[in-house]
């Protein structure tokens, strides 16, 4: 289902605003991103988002420069925590902060719910020497995710490639401004 359109009349024009725009102007829409530079072969790289009390709506934006696995799992279990990642404010005038939080590469005891799965399919190296190039592996959400409050999600993305790559996982959440 798409996100509901907010409509404003000023004089002759009507603007048009999706929920995500809506969001960042009301303070509640954030960025996080993620970034391996020796992405191994057969490696995952993970981000686990904790939602908090407000019910939030998840995109997620993947880039590698081989072939990858894109899956996203509700309810993991977690036996040590990652890194702390930052949740950056898309209106950058406001100071309000989100009551989700995020963090890379935590220690995960069972993956929980699978909740979608994708396969980008990238290459690995091919040629040799100066013509040596890979195709690049892409995955972005054009659908939403509206995610549960107080529940864990978790992002995973596994090499396929057979050789060692770069990788690049951003995601984008923002408070659900309706009810559903």
Do not use: H
Not at 53 to 75: A, K, P, Q, V, W
Not at 152 to 179: C, K, M, Q, R, W
Request: charged share 20%.
């Amino acid at each position: 289902m798409p996100s509901p359109n907010y409509k404003y009349d000023v004089g002759d024009i009507v603007v048009t605003r999706n929920s995500s725009e809506q969001s960042a102007l009301e303070s509640q829409n954030w960025r996080l991103s993620n970034s391996n530079t020796d992405f191994t072969d057969g490696s995952t790289e993970t981000i686990l988002i904790q939602t908090g009390e407000e019910r939030m709506e998840l995109y997620t934006d993947i880039e590698s420069d081989g072939s990858f696995t894109y899956t996203l799992y509700e309810n993991p279990t977690v036996s040590e925590a990652g890194t702390n990642l930052n949740l950056n404010a898309v209106n950058r005038a406001s100071i309000e902060s989100s009551t989700a939080s995020a963090e890379s590469n935590p220690t995960i005891t069972d993956t929980g719910t699978q909740l979608i799965e994708t396969i980008s399919t990238g290459s690995a190296d091919t040629g040799a020497g100066a013509n040596q190039a890979k195709t690049p592996g892409s995955v972005t959400g054009e659908v939403g995710w509206i995610l549960a409050k107080n529940t864990d999600y978790l992002i995973e993305v596994e090499n396929t490639s057979g050789s060692t790559g770069i990788v690049s996982i951003n995601a984008e959440i923002f408070v659900v401004p309706y009810n559903l």
